[in-house]
């Protein structure tokens, strides 16, 4: 099955922009999601790419994707605390029982 | 409002006692599925179904049974629940259409200890 990893941590001050990154291993894949998970609650789609474009942009939120060597990325600019969640990627090949959730990378925001 | 609705949202047992956590949701979703969260391993796909009646194992099916005899509801049934099942455990739904993208709408968790 697919593998997706992110890094679990990320430390990032007020107002700096955060870069999360993810990495899988299934080139088939059709969309690629972005989760994200507040304190205590379920997750919600924060925004997502399809395979053929190489980034989109989103208010405050880029997403850039390499199909090539399988990398997506999400940056957040000018981060506030509100952003302070778990992050999940997770790409989908396929029917919607082929989304493979990443690792999620919890984002700290210091005032 | 539309919502999938978990319950109950903290459950402590002991080994062996069976339980069932129960998802619904209001938004007349075909799919259906249940994930388990657990640190450093993110989300796992436990079982999903596709419509009633037709349900299917995901990536950790073992210890765990479902069921989905109306479309609106797919519990999840721990019939002899082990320390090991001791997680956070997550319902979504989504419509189905090949077409466009649709997006799975999660409920708010159920966290299970099992002591």
């Known amino acids: 099955g697919e593998d997706v990893e992110q890094s679990l941590f990320l430390s990032v001050r007020e107002g700096d922009s955060s870069v999360i990154n993810c990495t899988y291993t299934?080139?088939?894949?059709?969309?690629l999601y972005w989760y994200k998970q507040e304190p205590g609650a379920g997750l919600q789609l924060l925004t997502y790419?399809?395979?053929?474009?190489d980034m989109k942009q989103d208010q405050r939120l880029t997403v850039l994707l390499n199909k090539k060597d399988k990398h997506l990325s999400l940056r957040i600019a000018d981060t506030q605390t509100g952003d302070s969640a778990i992050y999940f990627c997770?790409?989908?090949?396929?029917?919607?029982?082929?989304?493979?959730f990443g690792t999620g990378t919890k984002l700290q925001v210091i005032p | 409002e539309a919502q999938v609705t978990q319950n109950p949202r903290y459950l402590i047992t002991v080994t062996g006692k069976k339980l069932t956590v129960t998802c619904s949701q209001n938004?007349?979703?075909?799919?259906m599925s249940w994930y388990r969260q657990d640190p450093g391993l993110g989300l796992r796909q436990i079982y999903y179904?596709?419509?009633?009646?037709?349900?299917d194992k995901g990536d950790v099916p073992e210890g765990y049974k479902v069921s989905r005899k109306e479309k609106r509801n797919f519990p999840l049934i721990l019939e002899s629940p082990s320390p090991n099942q001791t997680s956070l455990y997550f319902c979504?739904?989504?419509?189905?259409?090949?077409?466009?993208?649709?997006?799975?709408?999660f409920g708010s968790g159920t966290q299970l200890s099992v002591l």
């Open positions: 979504a739904s989504s419509p189905i259409d090949r077409v466009t993208n649709e997006k799975l709408f």
């Open positions: 299934d080139s088939s894949s059709t969309y």
């Open positions: 790419i399809f395979s053929n474009m």
């Open positions: 997770a790409p989908r090949s396929g029917g919607y029982q082929k989304v493979t």
């Open positions: 938004m007349n979703h075909e799919y």
């Open positions: 179904s596709m419509n009633v009646e037709v349900t």
